[in-house]
């Protein structure tokens, strides 16, 4: 059975239409996130690039020694001043609060926004914990070739909680939702 080609038309127009009133209602019709999600959503990124930097550099280091220095570094952006497994032996490259704290602050942020946000929080949240888990796999293992990995799988997720503009909210990361709140909401093409 073939569709009706007016039908189509007026489906459409008629998404078009609640696209445009869950964007001006994301952000109470303001068209424009509030500054303090937008702050705490680049801080957050700050502390993922951070992470991602030292997860580059432990993989490219020249022994288990150096590669376990850089996987402490990662945890401690990760998990902050206080969090499982931070060691300031180590040095913390991130400002002490912890990414997954971020994230977790950005939750409780975004819970009564449009739920593409809260979305793209639980992905960023289960990567971040993801990379958590496969940097401490890595400190664990007295091999290099184990603890190379883990932190290769650490930084996969890392990536991942970072994810690209555009992203669908189901795929998205911390620059979907930059670019989200730059385009004053998920419902912008």
């Given at each position: 059975?073939?569709?009706?080609?007016?039908?189509?038309?007026?489906?459409?127009?008629?998404?078009?239409?609640?696209?445009?009133?869950?964007?001006?209602?994301?952000?109470?019709?303001?068209?424009?996130?509030?500054?303090?999600?937008?702050?705490?959503?680049?801080?957050?990124?700050?502390?993922?690039?951070?992470?991602i930097q030292?997860?580059?550099?432990?993989?490219?280091?020249?022994?288990?020694?150096?590669?376990?220095?850089?996987?402490?570094?990662?945890?401690?952006?990760?998990v902050g001043?206080?969090?499982?497994?931070?060691?300031?032996?180590?040095?913390?490259?991130?400002?002490?609060?912890?990414?997954?704290?971020?994230?977790?602050?950005?939750?409780?942020?975004?819970?009564?926004?449009?739920?593409?946000?809260?979305?793209?929080?639980?992905?960023?949240?289960?990567?971040?914990?993801?990379?958590?888990?496969?940097?401490?796999?890595?400190?664990?293992?007295?091999?290099?070739?184990?603890?190379?990995?883990?932190?290769?799988?650490?930084?996969?997720?890392?990536?991942?909680?970072?994810?690209?503009?555009?992203?669908?909210?189901?795929?998205?990361?911390?620059?979907?939702?930059?670019?989200?709140?730059?385009?004053?909401?998920?419902?912008?093409?």
């Amino acid at each position: 059975m073939k569709a009706d080609p007016i039908l189509k038309v007026k489906a459409g127009a008629l998404a078009f239409s609640l696209l445009l009133l869950g964007s001006l209602l994301s952000f109470g019709g303001q068209g424009q996130p509030p500054a303090e999600l937008v702050r705490l959503v680049d801080r957050l990124a700050g502390q993922l690039d951070i992470a991602i930097q030292h997860a580059v550099l432990g993989r490219l280091a020249a022994d288990l020694g150096d590669l376990k220095v850089q996987a402490h570094q990662v945890l401690n952006v990760l998990v902050g001043r206080g969090g499982p497994g931070y060691d300031p032996r180590f040095g913390d490259p991130g400002d002490g609060v912890g990414l997954i704290s971020y994230a977790q602050q950005l939750g409780r942020a975004v819970a009564d926004l449009e739920p593409s946000y809260k979305l793209i929080v639980a992905n960023i949240l289960f990567f971040s914990d993801s990379a958590v888990a496969e940097v401490r796999l890595s400190l664990r293992t007295g091999r290099e070739g184990e603890a190379r990995e883990g932190l290769y799988r650490a930084l996969a997720f890392l990536l991942s909680a970072r994810g690209c503009p555009g992203d669908l909210p189901s795929e998205g990361g911390v620059r979907t939702l930059l670019w989200l709140l730059a385009q004053g909401g998920p419902a912008s093409p």
